[in-house]
């Protein structure tokens, strides 16, 4: 499978294309192309995938782009048990790439409807309470000094000395920030359109108006249509309730509101 689907840059590649095309006419292009894969190397030097299929032991797959690539059993051996792990070397002048908020933005852009979750790991910071061991020390010396002042006055302070180991069971305490990291699915919204109208609900499609254009009102009118013919395609069209304020002086720009997903992926 590596060698057959990684080994060049595309197993269906151009020449299969055009005798396809030739034969069938099918112009289905969204996840025909292997180049999809070989995309990365815009952005690394240096790409490792590591795979297991159930019939086989793990394998690694690597290569610099440079035309050639080694397919070897993996030393380490079954570290996967199942599934893929693609690990690439990001170049010195793409690190932007390694930014979260520049993953979540492509993420959101042309993956926020693919089928598979995506879970992209995130770090965050947050304040919790945790032990003061100084302030629990310096509590224990001032009693201390306390008891010992009490014995050398011989003054009846019980009533005192209730309330102040009231106090100090209270276990001191001080607020730090800690970082941690953790997954967060990212693509959580569905692709309604390829549902039939019938089975969507006035607040699924309000939502899925919310999460695309970022408005906080629900959009004045829907239309969700199927056409059929030498092309198919499913479509919704939304009217807002509000014209966008700066409407007149974009007259003469290009808007870009229609957006168009070929299995679901952002064209």
């Known amino acids: 499978d590596l060698m057959n689907n990684l080994g060049t840059i ?3 590649g151009t020449s299969s294309f055009l005798e396809k095309m030739a034969k069938e ?3 289905n ?4 192309f292997g180049v999809g894969f070989y995309s990365v190397y815009l952005v690394a030097d240096s790409v490792t995938v590591v795979t297991k299929h159930n019939d086989d032991d793990q394998q690694v797959w690597v290569s610099q782009a440079d035309a050639s690539f080694t397919i070897s059993k993996d030393p380490r051996g079954t570290t996967l048990g199942r599934g893929t792990k693609i690990t690439m070397k990001v170049k010195e002048d793409a690190t932007e790439y390694l930014e979260e908020d520049q993953l979540r933005t492509l993420i959101k852009r042309y993956s926020e409807f693919i089928n598979f979750p995506i879970y992209l790991q995130t770090t965050k910071t947050e304040e919790i309470e945790v ?31 209730e309330e102040e180991d009231e ?9 730090i920030k800690q970082t941690k990291k953790e997954w967060e699915l990212v693509n959580q919204n569905k692709a309604i359109w390829v ?22 009102d629900d959009p004045l009118e829907k239309i969700h249509f199927t056409a059929e013919g030498e092309i198919q395609f499913r479509s919704i069209l939304f009217i807002p ?4 304020s700066d409407l007149f002086d974009k007259l003469q720009t290009k808007q870009n509101n229609l957006r168009l997903y070929v299995r679901r992926v952002f064209i």
């Open 10 to 12: 595309a197993k269906s």
């Open 25 to 27: 006419g099918d112009m």
């Open 29 to 32: 292009l969204i996840g025909q």
């Open 131 to 161: 032990p003061d061991e100084e302030a629990e020390a310096e509590a224990a010396e001032k009693k201390d000094e306390e008891e010992k002042k009490e014995d050398d006055d011989e003054v009846d302070v019980s009533d005192v000395d």
């Open 167 to 175: 106090k100090e069971d209270k276990p001191k305490t001080k607020k």
């Open 195 to 216: 549902r039939p109208a019938s089975e969507v609900t006035d607040d699924e499609y309000n939502n899925f108006f919310k999460s695309l254009t970022k408005e906080f």
């Open 241 to 244: 309730k509000k014209a966008p």
